[in-house]
């Protein structure tokens, strides 16, 4: 190992490092000591020899008291995966999910479980991610938003992406659609400054604005770089116990027309048919990180209706989420037939065609995923 990387992977964790991400009296200890942070981990039941400025850590062996146990569950939901030599009161250098190490393959995250095992905390040293949070064994402190910071790498604002409310020109586009400008600005819909042709799906967690998906006119997809993937609208299944799930976001915006509010799009595509494979861990399952960043939501769910588009991807889309979501608490919609050889594609072609009353009686008549394929 070089001089450089020997001194990167010993970066000084002080106050003005983790002051934001943990309590202030554990902040008050770090703020007049530093403690180094190891490239391995310490063995067992051993001390740190004191030296000036440093921390003395005592190290336990309570890597399976049930507090742990909870928090690493849930670092292996944010892609953290932690064996048994992760114990609590050391510090570890890992790698990171977001950043990968970058080009060298770094053990670039100092990841700390403090020593009573109430909170986990983390950054990623790579100066291009940073990526920085805390997770609490507390059930309370998780579904308070405490944590939900820690999941994304970026902050992002109107301001610093360009947004502007929807013109002219995107409330037509939106109004053959059959989308009021109510619905529009419920869900914050917005436009680019610069371009007044691209549409601007805010994905918001919390109030706050976490991520952003683009279209343009010509039905062209991009997602703004550097934020982690989450459903769109999640917002909206916070505190409900049925979810319907739809594959984009203009489908999400029409079901609230025919009176569903409980409901959620996909951020990215459908895939082209389902897999063969048997399910990939979670710290693996990257085309599907979005349902496992949003984990603790869908949990709640005892009914789940998938309203995925009528199409080969549609439905190959519905059986991987099923498969992940479990098939039995999820429903299928079955779109109505168009003509004597087709049928509709998807919410929005129904709400157009149909209206929103007959879109509203289609996703209540969806049937029980197992007998609806």
């Known amino acids: 190992m070089s001089v450089f990387q020997n001194q990167w992977l010993r970066l000084p964790v002080t106050q003005s490092l983790f002051s934001k991400l943990i309590p202030r009296t554990y902040a008050a200890v770090l703020s007049t000591r530093q403690c180094p942070v190891w490239c391995h981990s310490l ?81 990623c040293f790579r100066a291009k991610c940073g990526w920085a949070g805390q997770v609490f064994a507390d059930d309370q402190e998780l579904y308070s938003g405490v944590c939900t910071t820690a999941k994304f790498s970026r902050k992002i604002a109107d301001e610093s992406l360009g947004l502007e409310p929807l013109g002219p020109k995107l409330v037509a586009y939106f109004r053959e659609r059959l989308i009021s400008e109510k619905t529009l600005s419920r869900n914050a819909v917005r436009q680019l400054s610069d371009n007044k042709a691209v549409i601007a799906f805010t994905y918001k967690q919390n109030g706050l604005l976490v991520g952003c998906k683009y279209r343009a006119l010509e039905k ?88 995925t588009d ?30 004597e050889f087709s049928s509709f594609k998807d919410a929005n072609e129904v709400l157009q065609c149909l209206g929103a009353d007959a879109l509203k009686k289609v996703v209540e008549n969806a049937e029980p995923y197992t007998s609806a394929n």
């Open 310 to 339: 009528n199409d080969s991807p549609g439905q190959a889309l519905a059986e991987e989420l099923a498969r992940r979501l479990g098939r039995e608490r999820c429903w299928r919609v079955l779109w109505p037939k168009k003509d």
């Open 220 to 307: 062209r997809f991009w997602l703004e770089r550097g934020t982690d993937k989450i459903l769109y609208g999640i917002d909206d299944i916070r505190q409900v116990s049925e979810i319907i799930i739809v594959e984009g976001e203009i489908d999400k915006l029409s079901l609230e027309e025919a009176g569903f509010r409980n409901c959620v799009s996909v951020p990215v595509g459908a895939p082209v048919k389902v897999s063969s494979k048997d399910l990939p861990p979670i710290e693996k399952d990257n085309a599907f990180q979005y349902l496992w960043n949003c984990k603790e939501y869908l949990d709640k769910a005892v009914r789940i209706i998938l309203a």
């Open 43 to 123: 063995a067992r039941n051993t001390t740190v020899p004191s030296t000036p400025g440093i921390v003395e850590q005592v190290v336990d062996n309570t890597s399976d008291a049930p507090k742990v146990k909870v928090l690493k569950e849930r670092m292996e939901l944010l892609g953290i995966s932690l064996g048994n030599s992760c114990l609590p009161g050391q510090y570890h250098n890992l790698f990171c999910p977001k950043c990968k190490g970058g080009q060298l393959k770094e053990r670039s995250l100092s990841f700390h479980i403090i020593s009573n095992g109430e909170f986990a905390m983390w950054r």
